[in-house]
């Protein structure tokens, strides 16, 4: 599985993409604008795209298929690690498959459904990024929908990668692992919560304790 950072942070990628824990980034208006201030978001685009080297995905704001394109088009053209973000509507779906033709990837977020993730792939999209918390949250199954895109995407050969989203916690990582998504997207707090462990942080103080009563430097 790839491991991508769901955050506009550059700090943040930076640290992870220095440790090789992540394989590439998404973004999407909210995260952009708790870092963006007066900033040209054009320009924090281009510089996650050369902190890591992986698809980054970067969201069209438009509602209509047409600014969805040029939106996407000039996204693309900001690096070539860019995937444009659209959403799972109909416009979405046009506009997917007009920027893929254009060997632009696309991922098609807020997908709550299996059959929404089957249009996507019908319409091109590099990734579908099924909402794994937000269902959780209306007490639906989340990592079921994740389940029946993988069986849907592998009966009929669709090579659209499933791109688990709106992960809250460590369990739902290794729950998407099992489903077989081929992507995880994590904030920060969720990917430094994979290191830890309290038995790791107990065994470590213990050896150094003991290593202490030899009274030698290494």
């Known amino acids: 599985m790839k491991i991508f950072l769901d955050t506009a942070n550059l700090g943040e990628i930076r640290r992870a993409a220095a440790a090789g824990l992540i394989d ?3 973004t999407n208006p909210s995260l952009l604008a708790k870092v963006a201030g007066d900033r040209d978001p054009m320009e924090i685009f281009l ?11 970067a969201e069209v704001v438009a ?6 394109v040029d ?13 444009v973000k659209v959403p799972l509507t109909e416009d979405g779906l046009v506009a997917c498959r007009e920027l893929s033709s254009r060997d632009i ?14 249009l996507a792939a019908k319409a091109g999209a590099a990734y579908i990024s099924p909402f794994i918390g937000r269902l959780d949250d209306i ?10 895109i993988r069986v849907i995407y592998d009966n009929y050969g669709m090579r659209t990668e499933i791109l688990a989203a709106s992960l809250r916690h460590p369990r739902h990582v290794v729950e998407s692992l099992e489903m077989g ?7 920060p707090g969720v990917l ?8 790791t942080d107990l065994g470590l103080a213990a050896f150094l304790a003991d290593w202490e009563k030899l009274g030698r430097d290494l």
């Open 192 to 199: 430094h919560k994979l290191i830890r462990h309290p038995l």
């Open 24 to 26: 590439g980034v998404t």
């Open 71 to 83: 939106e996407g088009t000039r996204l693309a053209a900001v690096h070539p690690n860019i995937a």
């Open 105 to 118: 990837p696309v991922n098609v977020t807020l997908c709550f459904s299996a059959p929404q993730a089957l």
């Open 63 to 68: 509602v209509d298929t047409e600014t969805m």
């Open 181 to 187: 998504a081929d992507v995880a997207t994590l904030p």
């Open 47 to 57: 510089e996650i795209c050369e902190a890591i080297d992986g698809p980054v995905s």
């Open 139 to 148: 007490s639906h199954d989340g990592m079921e929908l994740i389940r029946q």
